[in-house]
């Protein structure tokens, strides 16, 4: 979760909405994909941006061995138990606010950089990048995965309320790629239904402009409908993946980039 919608949540957080559940469990199949062995190796993975830590507990818990750290400079705006490691999770997941603490707890340079819907707050995103690119904070053959909101043409005020600066193409996400120093190894869409409905908030945001906007921060546990959600949204990922093996590519509200140093 956002540290925005964290904050505004007061730490009372009902339920996972269905589309944080999937987009953790895409996150946890790209990282096996990209690190050989990654559940039983021993590797460093850093999350930048990493809000209230949901993703970093979620992947601690299915790679015991890893060293898993998220950091994200507004941690002191999280509310009270955001912040710490949680009994729950396999390995104690430590949140810091800066890169030299991050280092610190790591031991190494990280195997794995996640940065999930961060470079959109990022005023300077390719050098942003090219400073996580270093050797002494990423290993030379590290992984970096990248998803950040997609079509510019549907900024809205959504977008702002997260303090987002800009939703990304695909040609100005590998701009910002390139100008770092990284090479796209794959790169590709989640969420295809979602963007028809984003597409619908925005026409009728133009029309009658939204009085209040509560993001996911707002969602409440609905069993039967979180189910029927989360396998729609899991056959929604599988379908865009499928598609574009086939080169066929399904727009999607989210957009993605895994990436490396060059060798």
Known sequence: MDVTEAVLSNGTIHGRHPWEIVRADAVVRMTKKSIPDAAGAKIAVLDMG????????????????????????????????????????????????????????????????????????????????????????????????????????????????????????????????????????????????????????????SIIPPRNITGIRAWKPRPLLDLILKYCLTFDIRLCRIMRKTRIVLPGLSLYALCKKPA
């Open 50 to 205: 990493c809000g209230d830590g949901y993703v970093a507990g979620r992947l601690s818990a299915l790679m015991p061995q890893a060293a898993i750290v998220g950091v994200d400079p507004e941690l002191d705006r999280l509310p009270a138990g955001d912040n710490s490691s949680s009994s729950s999770r396999a390995t104690p997941v430590k949140i810091v606010a800066t890169l030299d603490e991050a280092r610190r707890f790591l031991g190494k340079p990280a195997d794995i950089i996640l940065l999930l819907d961060v470079l959109e707050h990022i005023e300077r995103d390719a050098d942003f990048l090219h400073t996580l690119a270093d050797d002494h904070i990423s290993g030379t053959q590290a992984r970096f995965l990248i998803a950040v909101p997609a079509f510019a043409g549907l900024y809205s005020a959504h977008d702002r309320f997260l303090h987002h600066l800009r939703r990304y193409s695909q040609a100005a996400l590998d701009e910002t790629i390139d100008g770092a120093g990284l090479l796209c190894v794959e790169m590709g869409y989640w969420f295809f239904s979602l963007l028809l409905v984003r597409c619908f908030q925005k026409i009728a945001g």
